[in-house]
């Protein structure tokens, strides 16, 4: 017993001497006599220069605690004059008897006003590159203590960092920066909370306040925030003065660092959206994951069973990451469920666009896998609805840079004309159909910046009133040069094949057309194209042709090119020559103008000819017109800017029809020539005789009838003169 005795009383006498000692340094070692000592080691060192500006004070029981006032860290040199460091104050403090038990149990950590700043210059060096060369401690067993340290606390208030990239032209910085956090023991939890500003340049501010419950396992580096909670209040230009706040929750976060293997469960982010052109009350925005895995060893990630909504828009999907590190890659489906857009486009301060039919734009949805790299975005297998518009196939941006818009669709049905304007004044619409309408312009801009190749098919169209039916269109466009083809569909019985061209790149655009259709009924096309029932055939129409201008007006007033056609079996409605020819005849011999027959129409076997276009101008030269009763050819003028028809036309009489006439009363007109007159519009045509024509031709007739009959007589005079 008087062994452990004399023991107990050695060490007793020993920690003693040990407190005494402790007191003795305190009492009588001033740490700020050693301030250029301290200093001139950091400078050997780092190569920076330390300013201990503040007082230095040490107490020892039952901590052992070092406090600083004002210090700072002198730049590297070329990055300006300002302190790579520098804090308002600090203190660290070492419980003293676990100490010399060799445990290290560290009090509450404060740091007071610390500011840094991480610089890299315009030639790509940093600032605190200098600090961390050859400073890498060796990891061994050896260097490890026997136990991990405890921390009863860290608290960090009023700092600041700075992040600036002179190459990039861009600063960050994360300023009114505060922390605290619980005791930290390895393996157990402890409160964590942190609140502070991030600034994007100057247009963009997040206020940020951070919470949640921390396990820390430095054995097995494995880390978990459980119920994390992030509140962030954006604002700065083009947001509301009171900001938009974003709210984020989770159920946890894990980190195994040593794995490199992190993941989040239920995440929640809430927030409701405004500013410039949003309704006040703003949009709601709500996004949900089931759970978030990253692996950084394999570069892989997986995003299972999120949703988000936005105004009542849902989106659904899931999402798949590869080298998420060196060049991510995010693939997977994609589903919108329907909506109304007429009812969704309000919520997010869109106006509705008024259409010729107010039903439309009330069922969307879509269904697709998404590939979504840095450079480009696609969507695959897309199937989408609009109304009663289906379209699968491919569309995607190929280069966010040049805007490469790329598609391969495959449409259905889709009436394009629903979804326009209506027409303005609709009753009105007989008297508006003759007035000229106002010019289209040519969206030379949009050109401009158009980058666009795929192809478009659809099934059945209607654009412009005009019925389509396999439709095919190639798109390729790019600095200011578009090219639609190929270009064909079946249309009203016959074909239609096209190669358009339009070059944007100038102050005008200047458009090339080689337009072809085949077998095509006219008489459904002149309705919906002119809304003119007066013409009907079948036949052929080819045009190429140049033209340049800033809107339709100015395209057709410069047209120029070369135009074909040909129509069988057709009729013009409204006018019928033939009774106009006899009506001629009647008044010119004045006798009773005959009954006009039922319906009015002239009917023709066929009707061709060519043309030049010149600045707008279509100049027909050989117009042949075969009729039952009539041959008729002549030359004349179409006017494309105003529709206006000219044409002076020779009708010959071939034979004198035996229906509702008595033919042997009219045998005077076979082999007659005929003047006709064509005026009008395109829309609505007037075919005349001309009366005055034909009656100097008839007295031209006589004339010459008289003067063969007096050349003979004549003639019979002087022989009978001569033979005597």
Same mark, same amino acid.
């Given at each position: 017993?008087?062994?452990?005795?004399?023991?107990?009383?050695?060490?007793?006498?020993?920690?003693?001497?040990?407190?005494?000692?402790?007191?003795?340094?305190?009492?009588?070692?001033?740490?700020?006599?050693?301030?250029?000592?301290?200093?001139?080691?950091?400078?050997?060192? +780092?190569?920076?220069? *330390?300013?201990?500006?503040?007082?230095?004070?040490?107490?020892?029981?039952?901590?052992?605690?070092?406090?600083?006032?004002?210090?700072?860290?002198?730049?590297?040199?070329?990055?300006?004059?300002?302190?790579?460091?520098?804090?308002?104050?600090?203190?660290?403090?070492?419980?003293?008897?676990?100490?010399?038990?060799?445990?290290?149990?560290?009090?509450?950590?404060?740091?007071?006003?610390?500011?840094?700043?991480?610089?890299?210059?315009?030639?790509?060096?940093?600032?605190?590159?200098?600090?961390?060369?050859?400073?890498?401690? %060796?990891?061994?067993?050896?260097?490890?203590?026997?136990?991990?340290?405890?921390?009863?606390?860290?608290?960090?208030?009023?700092?600041?960092?700075?992040?600036?990239?002179?190459?990039?032209?861009?600063?960050?910085?994360?300023?009114?920066?505060?922390?605290? +956090?619980?005791?930290?023991?390895? !393996?157990?939890?402890?409160?964590?909370?942190?609140?502070?500003?991030?600034?994007?340049?100057?247009?963009?501010?997040?206020?940020?306040?951070?919470?949640?419950?921390?396990?820390?396992?430095?054995?097995?580096?494995?880390?978990?925030?459980?119920?994390?909670?992030?509140?962030?209040?954006?604002?700065?230009?083009?947001?509301?003065?009171?900001?938009?706040?974003?709210?984020?929750?989770?159920?946890?976060?894990?980190?195994?660092?040593?794995?490199?293997?992190?993941?989040?469960?239920?995440?929640?982010?809430?927030?409701?959206?405004?500013?410039?052109?949003?309704?006040?009350?703003?949009?709601?925005?709500?996004?949900?994951?089931?759970?978030?895995?990253?692996?950084?060893?394999?570069?892989?990630?997986?995003?299972?069973?999120?949703?988000?909504?936005?105004?009542?828009?849902?989106?659904?999907?899931?999402?798949?990451?590869?080298?998420?590190?060196?060049?991510?890659?995010?693939?997977?489906?994609?589903?919108?469920?329907?909506?109304?857009?007429?009812?969704?486009?309000?919520?997010?301060?869109?106006?509705?666009?008024?259409?010729?039919?107010?039903?439309?734009?009330?069922?969307?949805?879509?269904?697709?896998?998404?590939?979504?790299?840095?450079?480009?975005?696609?969507?695959?297998?897309?199937?989408?609805?609009?109304?009663?518009?289906?379209?699968?196939?491919?569309?995607?941006?190929?280069?966010?840079?040049?805007?490469?818009?790329?598609?391969?669709?495959?449409?259905?049905?889709?009436?394009?004309?629903?979804?326009?304007?209506?027409?303005?004044?609709?009753?009105?619409?007989?008297?508006?159909?003759?007035?000229?309408?106002?010019?289209?312009?040519?969206?030379? %801009?949009?050109?401009?910046?158009?980058?666009?190749?795929?192809?478009?098919?659809?099934?059945?169209?209607?654009?412009?009133?005009?019925?389509?039916?396999? *439709?095919?269109?190639?798109?390729?466009?790019?600095?200011?040069?578009?090219?639609?083809?190929?270009?064909?569909?079946?249309?009203? !019985?016959?074909?239609?094949?096209?190669?358009?061209?339009?070059?944007?790149?100038?102050?005008?655009?200047?458009?090339?057309?080689?337009?072809?259709?085949?077998?095509?009924?006219?008489?459904?096309?002149?309705?919906?194209?002119?809304?003119?029932?007066?013409?009907?055939?079948?036949?052929?129409?080819?045009?190429?042709?140049?033209?340049?201008?800033?809107?339709?007006?100015?395209?057709?007033?410069?047209?120029?090119?070369?135009?074909?056609?040909?129509?069988?079996?057709?009729?013009?409605?409204?006018?019928?020559?033939?009774?106009?020819?006899?009506?001629?005849?009647?008044?010119?011999?004045?006798?009773?103008?005959?009954?006009?027959?039922?319906?009015?129409?002239?009917?023709?076997?066929?009707?061709?000819?060519?043309?030049?276009?010149?600045?707008?101008?279509?100049?027909?030269?050989?117009?042949?017109?075969?009729?039952?009763? *009539? #041959?008729?050819?002549?030359?004349?003028?179409?006017?494309?800017?105003?529709?206006?028809?000219?044409?002076?036309?020779?009708?010959?009489?071939?034979?004198?029809?035996?229906?509702?006439?008595?033919?042997?009363?009219?045998?005077?007109?076979?082999?007659?020539?005929?003047?006709?007159?064509?005026?009008?519009?395109?829309?609505?045509?007037?075919?005349?005789?001309?009366?005055?024509?034909?009656?100097?031709?008839?007295? #031209?007739?006589?004339?010459? #009838?008289?003067?063969? #009959?007096?050349?003979?007589?004549? !003639?019979?005079?002087?022989?009978?003169?001569?033979?005597?």
């Amino acid at each position: 017993m008087r062994v452990f005795k004399i023991a107990a009383v050695a060490v007793g006498a020993v920690l003693a001497l040990i407190v005494v000692a402790v007191t003795l340094v305190v009492l009588f070692v001033d740490p700020n006599d050693y301030r250029d000592d301290i200093a001139t080691l950091v400078e050997n060192k +780092t190569g920076r220069k *330390l300013t201990l500006s503040g007082d230095l004070k040490l107490s020892v029981f039952p901590w052992i605690a070092l406090e600083t006032g004002a210090a700072s860290l002198s730049e590297r040199q070329g990055f300006g004059d300002e302190p790579f460091v520098s804090i308002d104050g600090a203190r660290l403090s070492v419980r003293l008897w676990p100490l010399l038990r060799g445990q290290l149990e560290i009090g509450n950590v404060k740091l007071q006003g610390a500011r840094i700043r991480l610089i890299t210059d315009e030639q790509g060096r940093e600032n605190w590159a200098d600090l961390t060369e050859g400073n890498k401690a %060796d990891e061994t067993a050896a260097d490890k203590p026997a136990s991990l340290p405890t921390l009863a606390g860290l608290e960090i208030r009023d700092s600041s960092i700075t992040m600036e990239d002179r190459q990039a032209r861009s600063r960050r910085v994360v300023r009114d920066f505060n922390l605290e +956090t619980g005791r930290f023991q390895s !393996g157990t939890a402890f409160p964590l909370k942190t609140d502070f500003v991030l600034d994007e340049g100057a247009s963009l501010s997040l206020n940020v306040h951070v919470g949640a419950t921390v396990t820390a396992d430095l054995e097995s580096n494995k880390h978990q925030f459980a119920d994390p909670q992030i509140d962030v209040t954006v604002s700065g230009q083009g947001y509301p003065s009171d900001g938009i706040p974003v709210q984020v929750r989770a159920q946890s976060l894990s980190l195994d660092i040593g794995q490199e293997l992190y993941q989040l469960d239920g995440l929640r982010l809430t927030t409701t959206w405004k500013g410039d052109g949003i309704p006040p009350a703003g949009v709601p925005v709500a996004l949900q994951a089931q759970q978030l895995t990253a692996n950084l060893a394999t570069q892989k990630a997986d995003l299972s069973e999120f949703s988000a909504d936005v105004a009542g828009a849902s989106l659904t999907g899931a999402l798949h990451g590869e080298e998420i590190l060196d060049n991510p890659r995010l693939s997977g489906p994609l589903r919108l469920a329907p909506i109304s857009l007429r009812e969704w486009l309000p919520k997010l301060g869109v106006a509705v666009p008024v259409t010729a039919d107010p039903q439309v734009l009330k069922a969307f949805s879509f269904l697709s896998d998404v590939s979504l790299t840095k450079e480009a975005a696609e969507l695959k297998g897309v199937d989408l609805k609009l109304d009663d518009t289906s379209a699968k196939g491919s569309l995607g941006i190929a280069n966010f840079a040049t805007k490469a818009l790329r598609f391969d669709l495959d449409v259905d049905r889709i009436d394009a004309d629903r979804y326009l304007e209506p027409p303005a004044d609709a009753p009105a619409k007989k008297v508006a159909s003759k007035e000229k309408s106002p010019p289209v312009d040519i969206p030379i %801009d949009a050109l401009r910046e158009l980058n666009a190749r795929g192809e478009l098919r659809v099934g059945e169209a209607i654009f412009s009133r005009i019925k389509f039916t396999r *439709l095919r269109l190639g798109v390729n466009a790019r600095d200011g040069k578009v090219r639609l083809n190929p270009s064909e569909a079946s249309i009203y !019985g016959g074909t239609y094949r096209g190669d358009i061209g339009i070059d944007a790149s100038g102050e005008s655009a200047h458009v090339s057309l080689n337009e072809q259709v085949s077998g095509v009924d006219f008489a459904p096309l002149f309705k919906q194209l002119l809304d003119t029932d007066r013409f009907s055939g079948k036949g052929n129409a080819t045009i190429k042709a140049v033209g340049t201008g800033r809107n339709s007006d100015e395209l057709l007033r410069t047209l120029d090119g070369n135009i074909a056609f040909s129509v069988a079996d057709g009729a013009l409605e409204g006018t019928d020559l033939w009774y106009e020819i006899r009506r001629a005849r009647a008044v010119l011999k004045q006798q009773a103008v005959p009954e006009r027959a039922v319906p009015v129409r002239t009917t023709f076997e066929s009707l061709k000819g060519t043309g030049v276009i010149d600045n707008g101008r279509v100049q027909s030269n050989d117009l042949d017109v075969s009729m039952q009763y *009539l #041959k008729i050819g002549g030359k004349g003028s179409l006017d494309l800017p105003t529709s206006a028809l000219d044409y002076q036309l020779l009708a010959t009489v071939l034979k004198i029809p035996r229906e509702g006439v008595d033919a042997s009363q009219m045998q005077d007109l076979v082999d007659a020539e005929i003047p006709v007159k064509v005026t009008g519009t395109l829309d609505d045509p007037k075919v005349r005789p001309d009366i005055e024509g034909y009656a100097k031709g008839r007295v #031209k007739e006589e004339l010459k #009838k008289q003067e063969e #009959k007096l050349r003979d007589k004549l !003639g019979d005079k002087l022989k009978d003169l001569f033979n005597r």
